[in-house]
């Protein structure tokens, strides 16, 4: 069995943040790295409720600037 190289950080020496974790127990076969983001929870909620597809009107009131470059973009 090969490994990967690993790079060795060293911890800082006054570490002033949270001094447990909680791990979850994964059963035999499962190959999941954890729990899902929050933001994967809410997608596969608004999946489940609305469907894979969504409809956005092609006029929107005040649009992000984040939303009218993905716009321009998907136009060209």
């Given at each position: 069995m090969?490994?990967?190289?690993?790079?060795?950080?060293?911890?800082?020496?006054?570490?002033?943040?949270?001094?447990?974790?909680?791990?979850?127990?994964?059963?035999?076969?499962?190959?999941?790295?954890?729990?899902?983001?929050?933001?994967?929870?809410?997608?596969?909620?608004?999946?489940?409720?609305?469907?894979?597809?969504?409809?956005?009107?092609?006029?929107?009131?005040?649009?992000?600037?984040?939303?009218?470059?993905?716009?321009?973009?998907?136009?060209?």
């Amino acid at each position: 069995m090969k490994y990967k190289p690993v790079e060795i950080i060293k911890l800082p020496f006054a570490y002033s943040g949270e001094q447990s974790i909680t791990l979850v127990l994964r059963q035999d076969g499962d190959n999941s790295k954890g729990l899902p983001s929050p933001e994967i929870v809410l997608e596969k909620e608004i999946i489940s409720k609305v469907g894979e597809e969504i409809i956005v009107p092609d006029r929107l009131t005040n649009p992000d600037k984040l939303i009218i470059q993905a716009r321009d973009l998907l136009a060209e």
